[in-house]
Nanobody, 121 residues
Framework: VQLQASGGGLVQAGGSLRLSCAGS????????MAWFRQAPGKERDFVAG????????FYGDSVAGRFTISRDGARNTVYLQMNSLKPEDTAVYYC???????????????WGQGTQVTVSS
């Protein structure tokens, strides 16, 4: 599946952004979808994810209660609503698709190109 991420930008601390990840529609298969982020010099960390079979979303500890992941099945798009942003949220955000919902990047075989999120203090 091909993924296209968008929605990043520059925002002040306390502000909000919504990221979008549009998937190709060549297959009817429903993938597990996740967002990861990577700051300079750091590993790619799990942010949020949804399984392909439904169920509750999962969040990384640092974003739980502030970020919300959702899926629009009709548009084959996954969103990440980010509220109460902090400077430590600054990173390149990547969306990913895979067979199972996993918290490690190695579990996904399709990635979007990344979108920069910068939160100023």
């Amino acid at each position: 599946v091909q993924l296209q991420a968008s929605g990043g930008g520059l925002v002040q601390a306390g502000g909000s952004l919504r990221l979008s990840c549009a998937g190709s529609t060549r297959t009817r298969r429903t993938y597990a979808m996740a967002w990861f982020r990577q700051a300079p010099g750091k590993e790619r960390d799990f942010v949020a994810g949804l399984s392909g079979s439904g169920g509750s979303p999962f969040y990384g500890d640092s974003v739980a209660g502030r970020f919300t992941i959702s899926r629009d099945g009709a548009r084959n798009t996954v969103y990440l609503q980010m509220n109460s942003l902090k400077p430590e949220d600054t990173a390149v955000y990547y969306c990913a698709a895979g067979t199972f919902l996993m918290r490690v990047a190695q579990g996904y075989d399709s990635w979007g190109q990344g979108t920069q999120v910068t939160v100023s203090s």
